[in-house]
């Protein structure tokens, strides 16, 4: 498996016979070089969305439009693209599981919000979520944008992720001591990687106090277009 942060809260995520972009955020992302958007978006299959804020759906679009590849998220959100883009997506719901060739995708809970711009400021858009994704062996968290919920335990119980892509930034998401705090409790971890970081002054900038929290966890911190193999 090959796991690609994108910068922000995009990942590109090789895995079985699939290549899945995770809210890809490039054009306009103060952390990516848009000259490297081909290698970062090439031979993609899906794009999976956790929620419809700009910052994690920027090039959701425009991607799926070029590459002819489904959007794959909430059952909302996914409906009225498909009516209003006239593209192909897979829409469910949380709880709800779909196969992507030979990996699974399951959509589960989290706290924050979802919303496209409107004429009189942000309108509903779905519900936020995030998904465990399974192939390889492996099981990945990626948290979306979220908070500590207790939700989590169960979460953790039943699907057994082995790795974590947490929101750690902070302000509009948990920062890295309560990502610390989720992982400790709920999860047992083998790999964290954080994102929703470092991208404005407002976000943390540092993910230092995740790496000490979490002594024993091989807590990653690539830079943006680095691939780790896992």
Partial sequence: MKITWLGHSGFRIEIEDQILLID??????????????????????HILITHAHGDHSGDAIAIARDLDIPLVGIYDLMSFWETSENLRTIGFN???????????????????????PGDNGPRAAGSEAGFMITGEGHTI?????????????WMGDLHKPDIGILCAGGHFTMDMKRAAYTAKRYFNFKTVIPCHYQTFPLLEQSADALIAALPGVAVKTPAVMETLSI
């Avoid at 968290?141 to 335990?153: H, P």
């Fill in 24 to 45: 890809p955020w490039l054009t306009g992302n103060p952390a990516f070089d848009e000259a490297q958007k081909p290698q970062a978006i090439k031979g993609a299959t």
């Fill in 94 to 116: 949380k709880g709800g599981t779909v196969n992507l060739g030979q990996v699974t995708a399951t959509l589960v809970n989290a706290v924050h919000s979802s919303s496209l």
């Fill in 141 to 153: 968290y990626i948290s979306g944008d979220t908070d500590i919920m207790a939700d989590m335990e």
